[in-house]
């Protein structure tokens, strides 16, 4: 099967043994597998080829060695397996049911009314496998007027207020973050609700159906700073954490580039300012303390962005860690591909694909002392375990 560049496929991670069956595509659902596939889980990737789009789409998002693995799907689809099954085919639906008899988990982002018409709602894949956890990861939740509706990353940050914060920080047309953040953090609330599920059937026995709607779950992320005053006005509470908001949240530029710099602490404040050759700031009382210096952010900043231009990056970075002082630099996107830090604990490396020769993967973030991850299989072609369902 698959084997990894490594050639280790024995999962060593905390969640060895957990079998997923996963109807999910694109990347919310993906990325949540992804993460259960690297602690160990065996995820088992279904794909329907039938149609125009043969398999998961992002396949063929971006250009790859081989045309149907694409850079997205790479970074999302390790350490899982491909089969082939078109549940509307009365024989693949059969298999499909085949697998789901013994494993633990069943997960898709697949509409919940579509996957009843199939036959493989909740209540009928119960029949062959009673304590199945079921997690539907759903565009918005059951019982509103948007819940038959279709979701999407941009969808969802434009309903969720989102793509407004930009309105508030700049005071012209809203934006989408150039990232498919609603889709990666409803991800990760569906890797949570299906690791809580698996820990209650591990308690007790029992199987459950779980559902995790994308509007609601962005809007949750969204509004937890960013309800603001509106948590205690019933109407006219200004909302978004003024902090995050500001225009000039941003790196600053220095003599000769760009750093992040974060006093945090009342001692760090002070100190700042006085190696920035502005001793009197932190007695004005706009920034004294914390509740003044949150009301006034945006002078604040200016005067950090004012002292951030009078030295270079390194001369900043260097004298700022001495002092205790939270900065970091600024990089470039390139430039996080040869992060000293990144390097050091071997963040990117560099895999071997059978088809798609070598490629660049990252590792995975968490650390487990007892329970290491580790990558077994590199991204499979479409079909690659077919044989899994007696299928060629």
């Not at 043994?17 to 659902?29: A, E, F, Y």
């Not at 971006?62 to 999302?76: H, Q, V």
């Not at 978004?240 to 003599?255: F, L, W």
């Given at each position: 099967m698959n084997d990894g560049a490594n050639g280790n496929t024995a999962a060593t991670g905390p969640l060895a043994?957990?079998?997923?069956?996963?109807?999910?595509?694109?990347?919310?659902?993906p990325f949540?597998?992804?993460?259960?596939?690297?602690?160990?889980?065996?995820?088992?990737?279904?794909?329907?080829?039938?149609?125009?789009?043969k398999g998961d789409m992002?396949?063929?998002?971006?250009?790859?060695?081989?045309?149907?693995?694409?850079?997205?799907?790479?970074?999302?689809?390790r350490n899982k397996r491909s089969v082939t099954?078109?549940?509307?085919?009365a024989d693949e639906k059969a298999a499909l049911l085949e697998l789901l008899k013994d494993c633990d988990i069943f997960f898709h982002n697949v509409r919940l009314a579509g996957m009843e018409r199939l036959g493989l709602g909740y209540e009928d894949v119960k029949v062959v496998n009673p304590d199945i956890i079921y997690v539907h990861c759903a565009g918005f939740g059951d019982g509103g007027p948007y819940s038959t509706l279709q979701a999407y990353d941009d969808l969802v940050q434009a309903a969720s207020g989102y793509a407004a914060l930009d309105q508030l920080r700049s005071g012209g047309a809203p934006a989408y973050a150039p990232s498919l953040i609603a889709d990666k953090t409803v991800g990760l609330f569906a890797t949570y609700a299906t690791l809580a599920a698996l820990y209650h059937k591990e308690k007790t026995g029992q199987g459950q159906f779980v559902s995790v709607p994308m509007l609601e779950s962005f809007t949750f992320f969204n509004m937890v700073e960013?309800?603001?005053?509106?948590?205690?006005?019933?109407?006219?509470?200004?909302?978004?954490?003024?902090?995050?908001?500001?225009?000039?949240?941003?790196?600053?530029?220095?003599?000769?580039?760009?750093?992040?710099i974060v006093p945090y602490a009342d001692a760090q404040w002070a100190r700042f300012f006085e190696i920035g050759g502005r001793p009197g700031v932190f007695e004005d009382p706009r920034?004294?303390?914390?509740?003044?210096?949150?009301?006034?952010?945006?002078?604040?900043?200016?005067?950090?962005?004012?002292?951030?231009a009078t030295k270079p990056t390194e001369e900043w970075l260097d004298i700022l860690a001495r002092e205790?002082?939270?900065?970091?630099?600024?990089?470039?996107?390139?430039?996080?591909?040869?992060d000293p830090h990144l390097e050091a604990v071997g963040f990117f490396e560099k895999r071997e694909h059978e088809l798609a020769g070598a490629y660049r993967a990252m590792r995975?973030?968490?650390?487990?002392?007892?329970?290491?991850?580790?990558?077994?299989?590199?991204?499979?072609?479409?079909?690659?375990?077919?044989?899994?369902?007696?299928?060629?």
């Open positions: 043994g957990v079998k997923i069956v996963d109807m999910s595509s694109v990347v919310m659902g949540a597998t992804l993460l259960m596939a690297d602690m160990g889980a065996e995820v088992i990737k279904v794909e329907n080829e039938d149609g125009k789009i992002m396949r063929y998002a971006g250009e790859s060695p081989t045309g149907d693995l694409g850079p997205i799907y790479m970074a999302l689809n099954i078109n549940a509307k085919n960013n309800l603001y005053a509106a948590t205690f006005k019933e109407e006219g509470g200004k909302m978004g954490y003024t902090r995050s908001i500001n225009p000039r949240r941003r790196p600053y530029p220095t003599k000769n580039g760009y750093i992040s920034f004294s303390t914390y509740e003044e210096r949150t009301k006034h952010t945006g002078e604040l900043y200016a005067i950090i962005e004012e002292v951030a205790n002082i939270p900065a970091m630099r600024f990089n470039e996107m390139e430039n996080v591909l040869t995975h973030p968490v650390t487990f002392g007892e329970t290491p991850v580790n990558i077994r299989y590199n991204p499979p072609t479409l079909g690659y375990d077919n044989g899994l369902i007696g299928k060629k």
